[in-house]
Nanobody, 123 residues
Framework: VQLQASGGGLVQAGGSLRLSCAAS????????MGWFRQAPGKEREFVAA????????NYADSVKGRVTISRDNAKNTVSLQMYNLKPEDTAQYYC?????????????????WGQGTQVTVSS
């Protein structure tokens, strides 16, 4: 499956962004989906994940309450709505697909990765 992330940009602290991940090649409904991010000089970290059915979600503590992950299997897309953004949310954001599991926080569980979209939050 090929993944294409989009929706990143420059936003002021307190603002919102909606990231989208479009899948092609195989139906995304087969996969648990996750979002990860990586800031310069830092390791990649988990943001949010959703099970293949959408019935289960998982969020990193750092974004819980400010981020909502959702999916539309009919449109083969997964979205990440982010609110009240902070400068520390600045990173390259990646979507990923896992054929097993309900939406793990471990990047090792994901077989397919998109190219990333940049989110920059100014203070």
């Amino acid at each position: 499956v090929q993944l294409q992330a989009s929706g990143g940009g420059l936003v002021q602290a307190g603002g919102s962004l909606r990231l989208s991940c479009a899948a092609s090649g195989r139906t995304v409904s087969r996969y648990a989906m996750g979002w990860f991010r990586q800031a310069p000089g830092k390791e990649r970290e988990f943001v949010a994940a959703i099970s293949s059915s959408g019935g289960s979600t998982n969020y990193a503590d750092s974004v819980k309450g400010r981020v909502t992950i959702s999916r539309d299997n009919a449109k083969n897309t997964v979205s990440l709505q982010m609110y009240n953004l902070k400068p520390e949310d600045t990173a390259q954001y990646y979507c990923a697909a896992a054929s097993l599991g309900l939406g793990s926080s471990s990047s090792d569980r994901y077989e397919y990765w998109g190219q990333g979209t940049q989110v920059t939050v100014s203070s």
